[in-house]
């Protein structure tokens, strides 16, 4: 329960063996993590994106194993949604995306980040913006009806992400 807080930063939210085989999961190639091209007007090129669980359901074989595990840390009632998403930089032009809720009513939305990469997590809350630097296995937790924004990399080609969203 964040309580009064208006968003919650853990680093190393997982165990490190727990974080690497999930990290060597999604973000390693060689595996052949299946990835959905998403075209959205917010980013020039669109981004790539994996659903775990969506519309009251799971959507992928790795859920049980990857991804339940993670859900009983963060104490999830009630799962919304829980997609990864694989954002390639050049494809944002050095533009942060577009303010965003992701619903409009009291729920938890909650980042694990996969990667660490010079870009984060904006937030802006009572009118100021707070930046989250994207650092792996780091678990940045707010109400869903804060309006937060992607910043793209300017080093690093990719960066990798898990958001859920719960009660």
């Given at each position: 329960?964040?309580?009064?807080?208006?968003?919650?930063?853990i680093d190393n939210f997982l165990a490190k063996e727990q974080f690497e085989k999930l990290q060597n999961l999604i973000c390693n190639p060689d595996n052949n993590f299946p990835w959905y091209y998403k075209n959205i007007s917010e980013v020039d090129k669109g981004f790539f994106t994996h659903y775990f669980y969506v519309d009251n359901k799971i959507y992928c074989n790795y859920f049980n194993d990857y991804v339940e595990p993670i859900l009983k840390q963060l104490e999830v009632k009630a799962l919304i949604e829980a997609r990864v998403h694989m954002f390639i930089s050049e494809f944002f032009k050095n533009k942060p995306s577009e303010w965003h809720i992701h619903y409009p009513f009291k729920a938890k939305t909650s980042i694990l980040y996969l990667n660490t990469c010079d870009?984060?997590?904006e937030l802006k809350i009572n009118d100021e913006e707070i930046f989250i630097k994207q650092e792996a296995n780091t678990?940045?937790?707010?109400d869903?009806?804060?309006?937060?924004?992607g910043t793209p990399s300017?080093?690093?080609?990719?960066?990798?992400l898990i958001n859920?969203?719960?009660?």
């Open positions: 329960n964040i309580g009064v807080m208006s968003f919650k930063k870009s984060g997590t678990m940045l937790i707010f869903s009806d804060i309006y937060h924004r300017t080093e690093d080609d990719i960066r990798y859920f969203s719960y009660f």
